[in-house]
């Protein structure tokens, strides 16, 4: 990113708000690890996908439910 993009991305941040920064943050944190189709459950959908960076394999996920 170029020093002229950075300080427009910042300032848009800073007049925006940093709750909606932390949030955009987070969610593409989430979707870089696949954590969204994790939630969903074992599946399908998790074939050919990398789950945090390969340190949990497809076959691996359950959801575990607690009352």
């Known amino acids: 990113m170029g ?14 708000g940093i709750g909606l920064l ?5 969610t593409r ?3 870089d690890v696949n954590l969204h189709a994790m939630r969903i459950g074992p599946g399908k ?6 789950l945090f960076h390969g340190l ?8 575990v439910l607690s009352s």
């Open 45 to 50: 959908h998790l074939k050919g996908l990398s």
């Open 22 to 26: 932390l949030r955009t943050i987070l």
């Open 29 to 31: 944190v989430r979707s």
């Open 56 to 63: 949990v394999k497809p076959e691996e996920v359950s959801i």
């Open 3 to 16: 020093s002229v993009q950075a300080k427009t991305f910042w300032t848009r941040w800073r007049t925006v």
